[in-house]
């Protein structure tokens, strides 16, 4: 199967991550189990959102390349 990423945010990583390795959420209950690579740790959530969007544009395995 082709790799498949997922950028998301959230304030409880742990948490999420049970929830996409438990097909709680309809994208991710397809790419299990999910592995967590990095994170980026945010001052508030307008800040993790506009980070998100920046990954999202430049595509997900290209930003992790790049870093």
Known sequence: ??????VGQTN???K???THNNGGKKY???GR??????TYPCR???EAIQLE?????RGIKRYLDEK
């Not at 199967?1 to 997922?6: H, L, P, V």
């Not at 189990?33 to 990095?38: S, V």
């Not at 969007?53 to 544009?57: M, Q, V, Y």
Request: proline residues 3%.
């Open 16 to 18: 999420r991550l049970v």
């Open 12 to 14: 409880n990583i742990e």
């Open 44 to 46: 508030n959530r307008i």
């Open 28 to 30: 991710t209950s397809k």
């Open 1 to 6: 199967t082709a790799d498949r990423y997922y």
């Open 53 to 57: 969007g920046k990954i999202k544009k």
């Open 33 to 38: 189990p999910w592995i967590l690579i990095n």
